[in-house]
């Protein structure tokens, strides 16, 4: 029996040391909960500087490359828990604005050295948002070696979203939000908002990623700085990991529509030279291929949407079919112009099929894009591609 | 001692759902997509048929031989010298393919979980888990099986239905756009994630109703199969077939992409992995336990448990042999040619035509 007693015990201590998990042991109060991550080109002048200080290191050339500039924003604990740092806790309450930024050559370099100036660790597992510097993405190389390092790391969510920044990423960590203490959830209600608002491309970073290396082509939500405010606005269209230019706003609320991405937005028109509101609750989009001869392609999108009038000029009778039709026919005509716009510009000035034209043959005529498939890249401009538009007033509110 | 070895027909299907989903789970998406693109689905469909046909054979053979397992069957069909062979092909495939098993279950937690976690230390507190359940035998085995059984499916159809939205379900199309050889070709590879089945040659004898042996096995290819299609379209849909074929585990990282909306919960990993790891115990134990079991029907000793920790360094030094991840999938596609085919496809035709031929066993 005290055999037996002696037995139990020696095998409960043995596994409380085996099963206590003490390799991965962090406090909570330990991690550095990380929100945002933006990255930028190191600044300039800062390569050579560097070169200059590493110069007699044998072996050091192979091991230098482009540097990138790696901001981490994460919250203050004891902040957020609404204690005044009175103790002061590591300087966290500097670090909080502008967050902290590290220069390397890889993204995990970076991690290592903020790990060596911080009293935390570094914890990836609720990154939210990664914001790209302009720089950055006009450096492809550079660009998918960063977005190498996301998809590879495991820590990583695929649900973040991704954002290209016009200018310098870092100054996104500058700002301080209004009505909201962390920077990430300032970023994810806007880019909520917004998505309704159908002038971004509500893409996560999984989607992204999918459509790059599906056809090379992509786009991501434009974020800019506006002194105290960000605006997340537009779209950055990339091919071939490098950023070929920025829609505006205006632009990307068509393109959105011809993506398929759009949901819900706001238009106005001037019928009769009085301006009537349409607010779009719904928007449906599909593909059709109207001539499957090679050489001449014509692809069909058609656009439908479903909303009500929101606002019109006083003294306007809008209860009134004739009338509504009429704004529809409206409606519909100047959609149709900016979507062509947008088309073209996406097709002659940027070659890019963002829109997913090619995606679309491979799926739903295999035998055309068989044909295709080896010089797309030239046949894409080349193609017809021809937006119709079906608005739908269904409510105009509560007065006639 | 309680009498511990017979297992009924509902505890058999369980036992084979659990056994044969297991770690394949997560690659084979990417598996069948390398094969045969978008006609992966189709791949996993014609897979779950041909291991219906084989288990059809197995059921038909142990159906011969009631009271036999490998061991005996094929001593009594091939004779002693020449059933040497066949238990050694048998014994090498099961000891290698749970310590393959054992190391990529292992790979995985160390990958999501436990980032600091030397990857001995993970395998090892499983290996002691293993031997714990296995000693007490084929019934205590399948009743842990049947009470997990609930909470898995619940996970597993919880992590299904979260990963449907922002799935783009056109990615599948074109439906038969890749060639018949290669969707045959993704069949055979997805073969390794339906074996399993093939413990029914040494367990036959403790299940209580042998003539609904096969019935049992369709209800649990039905369930796997459609677990598998799921899992499949889902990660096509999620991913493309571009970024299907570059992810090493597909379903890993289409759990790690769920977003519940609406919700402050993320990173539901944690609790789906957590899940996970009894979905690997409960494929390993029982190969754990095949091997003890056919070691002692080898030698001709009435206790298997003595073989539970004899085994178990071995199965611990094998997990350890591949260097890395690509070496360890390597490894993997080794067995499954060199071995698993002999195992579930050869081993049990030749056995069947052969008693057949020479009028053995029992007629129905």
């Known amino acids: ?400 | 001692m309680i009498e511990n070895d017979k297992i009924t027909n509902t505890q058999l299907w369980i036992f084979i759902v659990l056994t044969v989903i297991g770690v394949g789970i997560f690659a084979l998406p990417r598996i069948v997509v390398e094969s045969a693109d978008e006609d992966g689905w189709i791949s996993v469909i014609l897979g779950g048929i041909a291991s219906i046909f084989l288990f059809l054979i197995m059921c038909r053979l142990v159906r011969k031989f009631p009271d036999d397992t490998i061991v005996e069957i094929s001593r009594k069909v091939f004779g002693n010298i020449l059933s040497v062979p066949v238990i050694l092909i048998f014994t090498l495939y099961m000891v290698t393919i749970i310590g393959i098993t054992l190391r990529i279950f292992g790979e995985v937690v160390k990958m999501t979980l436990l980032l600091r976690t030397p990857v001995e230390v993970i395998m090892i507190t499983m290996l002691v888990l293993v031997i714990w359940l296995t000693r007490y035998g084929i019934e205590p085995i399948v009743r842990f099986d049947e009470f997990v059984f609930p909470l898995i499916m619940v996970t597993l159809f919880f992590v299904l239905f979260f990963s449907i939205p922002r799935t783009d379900f056109s990615n599948m199309l074109p439906v038969f756009g890749s060639s018949a050889a290669r969707i045959l070709d993704g069949a055979y590879k997805a073969t390794y994630s339906y074996a399993g089945f093939e413990l029914i040659l040494l367990i036959a004898p403790q299940v209580k109703d042998k003539g609904k042996m096969f019935k049992s096995g369709i209800i649990a290819f039905i369930v796997i199969i459609l677990t598998y299609i799921s899992v499949v379209i889902l990660a096509i849909g999620k991913f493309g077939i571009i970024d299907t074929k570059k992810l090493i585990w597909p379903t890993l990282t289409m759990i790690r992409s769920i977003e519940v909306p609406g919700s402050f919960i993320e990173r539901l990993e944690g609790i789906v992995m957590s899940q996970w790891i009894i979905l690997a115990f409960t494929t390993i134990v029982p190969i754990s336990y095949a091997i003890s079991y056919i070691l002692s029907r080898i030698f001709k000793h009435k206790n298997f448990k003595h073989f539970t920790s004899i085994s178990i360094p071995i199965i611990y030094l094998i997990s350890l042999i591949p260097d890395n991840i690509v070496e360890a999938y390597d490894f993997l596609d080794k067995i499954t040619k060199y071995l698993e085919t002999p195992v579930i496809l050869i081993i049990p035709v030749l056995l069947l035509t052969t008693a057949v031929l020479r009028k053995m066993g029992a007629n129905k």
Not at chain 1, 70 to 93: H, L, M, Q, R
Not at chain 1, 222 to 239: F, M, N, P, R
């Open chain 1, 1 to 400: 029996m005290s055999k037996k007693t002696v037995l139990i015990i020696s095998i409960i201590l043995f596994s409380a040391s085996l099963f206590s998990g003490c390799w991965d042991k962090v406090e909570i109060d330990q991690r550095a909960f990380v929100g945002v991550i933006m990255v930028d080109m190191a600044p300039p002048g800062y390569e050579e500087k560097v070169e200059e200080s590493v110069k007699n290191i044998p072996g050091i050339e192979k091991q230098t490359g482009k540097m990138i500039k790696v901001t981490y924003e994460f919250p203050n604990a004891s902040e957020i828990a609404g204690n005044d740092t009175g103790s002061g806790g590591g300087g966290g309450g500097e670090e909080e604005k502008g967050g902290i930024s590290s220069v390397a050559v890889t993204i995990d370099e970076t991690n290592r050295y903020i790990d060596s100036r911080l009293s935390r660790r570094l914890f990836f597992g609720f990154t939210q948002t990664i914001i790209f510097g302009e720089e950055l993405l006009k450096n492809p190389d550079k660009f998918e070696e960063v977005l190498d390092y996301f998809r590879r790391a495991p820590e990583f969510g695929r649900s973040m979203r991704v954002l290209a920044a016009e200018g310098e990423a870092c100054k996104v960590a500058e700002i301080k939000p209004k009505n909201e203490k962390l920077l990430f959830r300032y970023i994810r209600g806007i880019l909520e908002n917004e998505s309704s608002n159908g002038r971004i491309s509500d893409i996560t970073f999984n989607e992204f990623i999918t459509m790059l290396s599906a056809n090379g082509d992509s786009v991501m939500p434009k974020v800019t700085v506006k002194g105290d405010e960000l605006k997340i606005a537009g779209d950055a269209i990339i091919k071939d990991y490098k950023l070929q230019g920025f829609l505006p706003e205006y632009d990307s609320f068509y393109f959105n529509a011809l993506s398929g991405k759009r949901k819900a937005g706001s238009e106005s028109i001037n019928t009769n030279g009085l301006t009537v509101n349409y607010l779009i609750r719904n928007t449906g989009r599909s593909i059709k291929l109207i001539n499957d001869d090679p050489e001449n392609i014509e692809v069909g999108i058609n656009i439908e949407t479903e909303g009500v009038i929101s606002s019109a000029s006083a003294g306007m009778e809008i209860y009134d079919d004739n009338f509504i039709k009429k704004v529809e026919r409206d409606l519909n005509d100047v959609d149709e112009e900016s979507c062509s716009f947008v088309i073209k510009k996406l097709q002659k000035d940027y070659k890019n099929d963002t829109l997913l034209i090619g995606e679309y043959l491979r799926k739903h005529n295999p035998s055309l894009w068989n044909k295709v498939k080896d010089k797309w890249n030239e046949v894409y401009p080349t193609i017809k591609i021809i937006p119709t538009v079906d608005n739908k007033i269904r409510r105009i509110g509560t007065v006639k």
